[in-house]
Every structure is written in C-alpha cells, then in structure tokens.
C-alpha cells in the first residue's frame, strides 16, 4: 500500500507568516490529494481535493499544489484560527490512506 | 445543511461486538459513497471502511479486514458499521463521513459527523 509522510510533524510561527507544510507518497498518485484541517475536540474539515480545488467556504489565504508524489498545503498568512492539525490524505483508491499530521502552532 | 449523526458506541470487552449507525440527512444520500474514519483520541486519522453508493462495492483497511463490516440503507438514509471480534487497538473515537465526488466511488470526505467513542477493554 502507498504511505503518505508529512512534514514537519510539528510547526511554531507568527502571525502573517507564510506556512508550508509538506505531504510525499511512497508511490505516484497523480493529482488525488486531499487537505484537512483540525481543531481539537472537533471533527476534520476538508481544505483542499485534487491537490489544489478549494473547498467550498474555505478562505483563500490556504492553497495547495503539487503532484506524482510531491505535495504542498500553503498557508499564505498565518492566522490565529490557523492553530490545529493538518492532515493530507491520498483519494486514487482505497486505502484512502491519512499521513501523519502536522501540528501548526502559534 | 449536511448532517451526521453517529451512534451506538460504548464499551466493550475484547472479542464482543458492536454495531455503530450514521443518520443523514441534507443531502441525496445515495448519491455518494459513504466512509467510516477512526481516531485514538490524540493521535492519526485512519480510514477503515467506504462503501459506494449503491452498496455495489465497499472497502476496508487491512486493520479491519474480516473483522468489521461497512452496509448502507438508502431508504432510511443510514450507514452501519457492524464491529466484530473487537480488540483493545479498536478503542477510538469513529466518524462517519460523505464522500465529496458526487460520482458515488470513493474519494475524499467533505461532511463529518462528530464521532461515536468505542471503548474495547476487559
């Protein structure tokens, strides 16, 4: 099965600064990456599909990129409602594998 | 506004059953496949189960295989997940979650129920 890696698994910056976080899988999977976001206590929310769609509602400072096996969640001015987990999912058939997270932190 | 609604979680001792349930509701429901994702409170996400929208086809993760099955009820707009032979690992919080391709196969999830928490412990 296709593993997908995130890094870092943890991040600290300010407010405004741009962030990126990274997402590789193990094998080719063209342009089917999804973002989420969580908060604690509360469900994940769908950021980003097919690398780089916006989710409906979603504020335009998040974009994605990226494909084959090299992806990126941009965060383009850090906000305080920004603090949570992110997670990158594959979405080419199952398993819909999860990475690891990344914990971002102001 | 998409709605869902777990239930039928609780404790359980290891090798017993427990059967979760999704109610939805805002959306055409057999017009997307539907997912089961599980969470051990403070750590990853794991997809476990999707079924498509006709309950044609479901998958599984290898960590369920055999053990649990995913089943839908288009009329009642349910999903179900029937958890057999659970063990200690199994204890987590599981989401019930639409997949966001209207195309019915599975994809991504765009709507989250807020979990129902299964606690296997002797």
């Known amino acids: 099965d296709i593993q997908m890696t995130q890094s870092p698994s943890s991040l600290s910056a300010s407010v405004g600064d741009r962030v990126t976080i990274t997402c590789r899988a193990s094998q080719g999977i063209s342009f089917y990456l999804a973002w989420y976001q969580q908060k604690p206590g509360k469900a994940p929310k769908l950021l980003i599909y097919?690398?780089?769609t916006l989710h409906s509602g979603v504020p335009s400072r998040f974009s994605g990129s990226g494909s084959g096996t090299d992806f990126t969640l941009t965060i383009s001015s850090l906000q305080p409602e920004d603090v949570a987990t992110y997670y990158c999912?594959?979405?080419?058939?199952?398993?819909?594998?999860f990475g690891g997270g990344t914990k971002v932190q102001i | 506004e998409v709605q869902l609604v777990e239930s039928g979680g609780g404790w359980v001792q290891p090798g017993k059953s427990l059967r979760l349930s999704c109610t939805a509701s805002?959306?055409?429901?057999?017009?997307?496949?539907m997912h089961w994702v599980r969470q051990v409170p403070g750590k990853d996400l794991e997809w476990i189960s999707g079924i498509f929208w006709n309950s044609g086809r479901a998958a599984y993760a290898d960590s369920v295989k055999g053990r649990f099955t995913i089943s839908r009820d288009n009329v009642k707009n349910s999903l179900y997940l029937q958890m057999d032979s659970l063990r200690v690992e199994d204890t987590a919080l599981y989401f019930c979650?639409?997949?966001?391709?209207?195309?019915?196969?599975?994809?991504?999830?765009?709507?989250w129920g807020q979990g129902a928490l299964v606690t296997v412990s002797s």
């Open positions: 979650a639409k997949d966001g391709d209207s195309s019915g196969g599975l994809y991504y999830f765009d709507s």
């Open positions: 805002g959306f055409i429901f057999d017009d997307y496949a």
């Open positions: 999912q594959k979405h080419n058939g199952a398993p819909l594998t």
């Open positions: 097919a690398a780089s």
